[in-house]
């Protein structure tokens, strides 16, 4: 243990005597260390978010959703006016209830109209017909006021759930429970706000294809009666009907465990009333998940191992170094020798020389990795906002990281280890000076 200690004095002393060639000696590994740090953070980070977007679809959830393919335009006789009828029906869903009674619910969404109307303000958002249970299926929640009710579906009232958007284009300076707004020709009043849902914005967004927050919910009975099946549209002098029954059909899982296999028992159902479902679309977050957590998984492979490079320079300029400090100290180790010193006593001086440079140099990235990953969120969306730099680029960039500690872990064990192993071969050059050569050396 004395020759340990002693040794490690030694090693430590050495590397104080040249403070600055130690530091830059060690640059790389603190390079390579942040690297990884800051690297895996980012990714965890974006995975994270991506995976709440995700999961904020319900993990139990099998969406169908009507699409519209090129092929449904139906031209007649007058060229200005064509019919499409694609998408999913209500037989889909009535072949999903009687056949799939043991799942947890089904639940259908009819879009009814784009365009909402309060007072002189306007705003395009996406109105849906749709049943109480949504509410617990999408997982939303209520800001103000009450979803809707079997008693609005029996009665078929006029009354409407609006998304947190749709809130603050009409009411922002006042309340909107009990207010009338309009959705085309027809006046509805709002019974609820639902919260902000975290979509928005998001990689969610891309996967039910529109902002969650724009949303407005009215009974589905209502949107039968009052809007039909219909949807007219007029671009560039012509006049276009489109026949959709249904947009949306939400399945619900009773676990997890079930959505795969739920999923392949929808598709089949759903393919009986299309052969190709060149109409119909599935989504089924769970899959997505799986896989956003495979190609995650990946990402941080090549990331690390691009950062890894950092590590492997790092311990080449170790080597390098320690290569030119056993020329430096040849009439050092002459006289070590001299006075007793053995081969082993001097490995272990170099290896201790090393190591320290390689730890500290960890020491440090670690230090230097977590600033910059708490930093770079925060100080990335400053740095577009100045004026020098929105010239360039428009793009509003919202980066979240996450710091996990087996990256701080592994990054400092790897260094370590690449500083003990690229020190090895300058340890061993040392010990195996012939001592009478090493003493005559000026």
Do not use: C
């Not at 925060?378 to 577009?384: D, G, N, S």
């Not at 790897?414 to 192993?421: D, Q, R, S, T």
């Amino acid at each position: 243990m004395q020759f340990f200690l002693e040794t490690v004095r030694l090693g430590l002393h050495n590397l104080r005597l040249h403070k600055l060639r130690s530091v830059l000696t060690s640059l790389g590994i603190i390079l390579g260390v942040a690297a990884v740090i800051v690297m895996v953070s980012i990714g965890e980070g974006n995975k994270q978010a991506a995976l709440r977007d995700i999961q904020a679809l319900g993990a139990t959830n099998i969406i169908a959703r009507s699409f519209k393919p090129p092929e449904t335009t139906s031209m007649g006789a007058n060229q200005t006016q064509f019919l499409a009828r694609y998408g999913l029906r209500r037989e889909d869903l009535r072949r999903l209830k009687a056949h799939m009674p043991f799942v947890a619910d089904i639940v259908p969404l009819k879009a009814v109209g784009d365009e909402m109307l309060y007072g002189d303000k306007r705003m395009v958002s996406q109105a849906f017909g749709t049943t109480p249970d949504l509410l617990r299926v999408a997982r939303l929640r209520l800001q103000r006021g009450r979803y809707l009710s079997p008693q609005d579906m029996d009665a078929k009232l006029a009354v409407a759930v609006i998304g947190s958007e749709v809130a603050d284009k009409f009411f922002a300076l006042e309340d909107p429970l009990d207010k009338v707004f309009r959705i085309k020709d027809q006046a509805f009043t709002v019974v609820g706000v639902l919260n902000p849902v975290g979509l928005a914005g998001g990689a969610g967004t891309a996967l039910v294809g529109r902002d969650l927050n724009k949303d407005v919910h009215i009974p589905l009975t209502t949107a039968e009666q009052l809007f039909g099946d219909l949807i007219m549209r007029r671009v560039a002098g012509s006049n276009s009907q489109e026949e959709i029954e249904l947009s949306e059909i939400y399945i619900t899982s009773q676990a997890t465990e079930d959505v795969i296999r739920d999923a392949a028992l929808v598709r089949q159902i759903v393919r009986a009333g299309h052969p190709d479902l060149n109409d119909v679309q599935m989504v089924v977050p769970w899959e997505l998940l799986e896989a956003q957590k495979r190609t995650q998984m990946i990402w941080n492979i090549v990331l690390i191992s691009i950062a890894a490079i950092s590590l492997l320079i790092g311990g080449i300029g170790i080597m390098n170094i320690m290569l030119a400090s056993v020329t430096e100290r040849t009439r050092e180790i002459g006289i070590r020798r001299a006075l007793g010193a053995t081969r082993k006593h001097i490995i272990w001086q170099f290896l201790v020389e090393t190591g320290s440079l390689s730890a500290v140099g960890g020491l440090l990235g670690i230090a230097t990795g977590v600033g910059l990953s708490l930093a770079v969120g925060k100080l990335l969306p400053w740095v577009l906002t100045l004026k020098m730099v929105r010239g360039f680029v428009q793009a509003k960039v919202n980066l979240e990281t996450q710091i996990t500690w087996w990256s701080i872990i592994v990054s400092f064990i790897v260094a370590a280890a690449v500083g003990l192993i690229f020190g090895i071969y300058p340890a061993i050059i040392a010990s195996r000076q012939d001592p009478i050569v090493a003493l005559r050396h000026d």
